[in-house]
């Protein structure tokens, strides 16, 4: 039995493999010890670790793991996952949209990272619950879908009122930038504020992942990370923002287990 692990900031992506088999799961960093405890239980096991927390996680269990870079290991994890959809890239950008957001260039061989934003999951998290008190990722998701972002939101066709827009008048001008105009005649609830979270969001790592995507003369960009899982609106914003923009959003099926994939396939080939 082989396992995978990326031990990341906000959940541990679990990929299992027994006879040619492969299985997920996942559970929260905050349970890291459970996770030991799970382990210790399969000492035949050969473990692979990435993510920040691979080096912690490892000094909690009896295996020797193999440990790999995250990105390198995300990298391999995502090459693999492409091959299985027979989606053949020579050249795109990803972005590891995790508690944080990474972005990266790929070519056949390597990747190199293009930069970051403080964007991603752990501001979902962070900024709904100050808006809203919520904490359940779930929820949050379910509840962004039936929000009004519009009222919250600038976009380019309020501030030209009209007249003819330089740029495509549906495109956010400010985040947040409507709520002064609003504030007297409407009121802000709870979903409207949470879809307005997820505008920023997505419009932020889209922004981000695009100018990387132009710089590296691709058009592909390839999203990954649990950020998207069931969370229809971030996914509605990056693939819309990506098109718009021209280049190709690529969503892929389990794609956040690309880093413990990754790991698990760079042991094998060490
Ligand atoms: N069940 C869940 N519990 C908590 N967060 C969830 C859940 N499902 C999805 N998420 C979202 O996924 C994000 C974490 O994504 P991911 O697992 O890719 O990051 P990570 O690997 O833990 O972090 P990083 O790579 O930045 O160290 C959370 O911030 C949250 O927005
Ligand atoms: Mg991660």
Do not use: C
Request: glycine content about 10%.
């Amino acid at each position: 039995m082989k396992i995978g692990i990326d031990a990341g900031g906000t959940l541990i992506k679990i990929a299992i493999e027994e006879d040619g088999q492969l299985t997920f799961k996942k559970q929260p960093s905050a349970e890291i010890e459970e996770v030991a405890a799970w382990l210790t239980t399969l000492p035949e096991a050969r473990v692979a670790l990435t993510g920040g927390k691979a080096t912690f996680l490892q000094s909690l269990i009896p295996h020797d793991a193999f440990q790999s870079i995250e990105f390198d290991a995300t990298f391999r994890g995502i090459q693999s996952f492409l091959e299985q959809l027979n989606i053949s890239l020579d050249h795109y950008v990803f972005a590891n949209v995790g508690t944080g957001t990474s972005i990266h260039f790929a070519d056949g061989d390597n990747q190199l990272r293009a930069g970051g934003t403080g964007a991603g999951g752990g501001m979902i998290q962070g900024l709904s619950y100050l808006l809203t008190e919520l904490t359940d990722f779930n929820e949050v998701t379910e509840r962004a879908l039936s929000g009004d972002r519009d009222k919250i939101d600038l976009k380019v066709k309020h501030i030209y009122k009209g007249d003819k827009t330089p740029i495509p008048g549906d495109l956010t001008a400010a985040n947040f930038g409507n709520v002064l105009h609003n504030m007297h005649d409407m009121t802000f609830t709870a979903d409207d504020k949470l879809a307005a979270v997820m505008g920023i969001v997505g419009e932020t790592v889209t922004t981000i992942s695009i100018h990387a995507a132009r710089e590296f003369k691709t058009e592909h960009v390839v999203y990954i990370g649990s950020s998207f899982l069931n969370n229809a609106l971030l996914r509605e914003v990056v693939m819309d923002y990506t098109v718009l923009r021209g280049f190709k959003p690529y969503f892929i099926e389990n794609g956040e287990y690309s880093g413990a994939v990754g790991t698990m396939r760079l042991m094998d080939e060490s």
